[in-house]
């Protein structure tokens, strides 16, 4: 089993910037796919960007130059740096952990608004 604990939403103003960690526990397969997905009200759940275990990123044409993903293999987390956000950006953004089997955390709400 993994859980998976989200942190770091919040509301912020249209071009400002949040950083949002993932802190995993349990198995960890330090080779295991770390990941960010948002969900925006009325909308399906989206990747934003995906990190391996060796350090290999995939970010959404919608947030490339924008968000950065990370990964701190020895603390077991994840980050998702976002800059210059924008008000399509707010959505529920989750992380996610892949080894064979899905895991999610709950989500945490980022609200980019004046």
């Known amino acids: 089993q993994v859980q998976l604990v989200e942190s770091g939403g919040g509301l912020v103003q249209p071009g400002g910037s949040l950083r949002l960690s993932c802190a995993a526990s349990g198995s960890i397969a330090k080779i295991a796919v770390m990941g960010w997905y948002r969900q925006a009200p009325g909308k399906q759940r989206e990747l934003v960007a995906t990190?391996?275990?060796?350090?290999?990123?995939r970010h959404a044409d919608s947030v490339k130059g924008r968000f950065t993903i990370s990964r701190d293999n020895a603390e077991n987390t994840v980050y998702l740096q976002m800059n210059s956000l924008k008000p399509e950006d707010t959505a529920v953004y989750y992380c996610n952990y892949k080894y064979g089997v899905n895991y999610w955390g709950k989500g945490t709400l980022v609200t980019v608004s004046a």
């Open positions: 990190i391996t275990g060796a350090g290999s990123t």
